[in-house]
């Protein structure tokens, strides 16, 4: 029977060796390929989504809007440039219907969407691993620390405070982005794979 470890200390973090998504990365700069992405996605039964915004630095500074949305399969992932196309219906259509979307910390993806589009994302089926990951015992709220507890890899944050809206994005900026989403599809499908073998013990959430 496998057992998680609640927590992971920095230290220990730090020495892990890093992990990136493994499949292939999809930059979407327009609305066909947007709809092509959506055809394929809505083939899918659960996938890993994730946003990234460009930080703002100075105090008072206007918010940005939510520049990439990354929406991941096991095999591909693709990165939607919103500043490009904004939310076309058929993507907010894929976003609210009944394809699962795992991600972490969901009400601050949903917050930056909903500047973007009107629509209530949260009508879809969508599952939050800060939710989801307490029943395995796992005390840890961040993506990168989840997933040290799980795999025993780590997840670069080097890119995460860089420009997201630039033209165009580094290879380093694809890699951070795509393992982002794909690392919350992951992490779900790894531990539900344990629990339909019975080989984890479910811990019951008060």
């Given at each position: 029977?496998?057992a ?7 230290e220990?973090?730090?020495g892990?060796p890093?992990?990136?998504f493994p499949?292939?990365i ?5 609305l066909?390929g947007?709809?092509l992405?959506?055809n394929y996605?809505?083939t899918q ?17 206007k918010?940005?809007?939510?520049a990439?949305?990354q929406?991941?399969?096991a095999?591909v992932?693709?990165l939607?440039?919103l500043?490009?196309?904004d ?6 259509d894929f ?14 993806d ?9 629509g209530?994302?949260?009508k879809?089926?969508w599952l939050?691993?800060?939710?989801y990951v ?11 620390k989840?997933y040290?507890?799980i ?6 944050k080097?890119q995460r405070l860089t420009n997201?809206?630039?033209?165009p ?5 694809q890699?951070y ?9 992951h992490?779900y499908?790894y531990?539900e794979d344990?629990?339909k073998k019975n ?5 019951g959430?008060q």
């Amino acid at each position: 029977m496998i057992a998680f470890s609640p927590k992971i200390d920095r230290e220990k973090l730090a020495g892990l060796p890093k992990v990136d998504f493994p499949g292939r990365i999809v930059i979407v700069n327009t609305l066909q390929g947007a709809r092509l992405a959506v055809n394929y996605l809505n083939t899918q039964d659960v996938v890993g989504v994730d946003t990234e915004t460009r930080p703002s630095f100075r105090k008072g500074m206007k918010k940005h809007k939510v520049a990439l949305l990354q929406i991941a399969s096991a095999d591909v992932c693709f990165l939607f440039r919103l500043t490009h196309f904004d939310i076309p219906d058929f993507l907010e259509d894929f976003l609210q219907n009944q394809v699962l979307k795992v991600g972490l910390s969901l009400k601050d993806d949903f917050d930056s969407i909903r500047h973007r589009n009107s629509g209530d994302l949260a009508k879809g089926n969508w599952l939050d691993l800060q939710d989801y990951v307490p029943h395995f015992g796992i005390e840890e709220k961040s993506l990168q620390k989840i997933y040290a507890v799980i795999f025993g890899k780590k997840i670069s944050k080097a890119q995460r405070l860089t420009n997201w809206e630039a033209e165009p994005l580094t290879f380093s900026q694809q890699c951070y982005a795509a393992t982002d989403a794909w690392a919350c599809l992951h992490i779900y499908q790894y531990l539900e794979d344990l629990k339909k073998k019975n080989e984890i013990k479910i811990c019951g959430i008060q």
